[in-house]
């Protein structure tokens, strides 16, 4: 049976406290989250019906795969898009909307949902753990809302965040739920959770801490090697 968990709050990914035992050959981890209902009715993050006009609210999954000295030691390449533009970050240890699957093939970043409409996860991060490089201890994941300053959105306006991990055989181990309120106003980033190896096994933290830049790339520096 799942593990709700609350901020601060670590288990053991392969093995839980009700002897329930899971395949981490494969994790899903899957984010996801609603946008607060205005007083009318209507949604702030993607609006139906009556003519409005359709808003989005872009949340994207980011993930650090960090070395044993808690850092980011391949920040991959620059590449340059066919319409000219730069893609920074190219297949390094950075897994984001721009560089989607780790060169080894045991990370990857299934697609970017724009709006965070419907039910379950609006995005996913699948880990092969048992196939990650021993190089990797820790992996962090963090949600940013992208160009969040700029449309004045923030995750005091998001509810029912969450993020949780999914064994290989559909199993889910552990989830970590946060909603909106006063206090994360004007914040416009989330490190959400961390998974590192402790002890021959995975351990998953649940952190839910946020910042207030809408750009993963100033979270990155702390990690930079």
């Not at 981890?29 to 609210?57: M, P």
């Not at 970050?89 to 949902?113: A, C, Q, R």
């Amino acid at each position: 049976m799942a593990i709700n968990l609350v901020k601060g709050q670590t288990i053991d990914l392969r093995k839980n406290d009700n002897g329930d035992s899971y395949d981490l050959s494969s994790v899903t981890i899957g984010l996801g989250w609603d946008v607060k209902q205005t007083q009318s009715g209507g949604f702030l993050g993607k609006l139906f019906g009556g003519g409005a006009e359709e808003v989005e609210y872009d949340l994207d999954a980011i993930a650090f795969l960090l070395d044993k000295n808690g850092k980011v030691a391949n920040m991959g390449r620059t590449v340059q898009r066919p319409n000219g533009s730069n893609v920074n970050l190219y297949e390094g240890d950075v897994i984001y909307f721009n560089s989607m699957k780790h060169p080894s093939g045991n990370i990857w970043l299934t697609g970017d949902n724009r709006t965070g409409a419907g039910d379950g996860d609006d995005e996913q991060i699948i880990v092969k753990l048992d196939a990650l490089d021993p190089k990797y201890d820790k992996i962090i994941f963090i949600v940013a809302i992208y160009q969040g300053r700029k449309n004045n959105q923030h995750f005091g306006m998001v509810d029912n965040a969450f993020i949780r991990a999914v064994d290989n055989r559909g199993k889910e181990i552990a989830k970590f739920s946060l909603s909106g309120d006063a206090t994360y106003n004007g914040m416009h980033a989330m490190t959400f959770a961390e998974v590192y190896r402790r002890d021959g096994s995975w351990k998953f933290r649940a952190i839910g801490d946020p910042h207030q830049t809408d750009n993963f790339l100033e979270l990155l520096r702390g990690y930079q090697a």
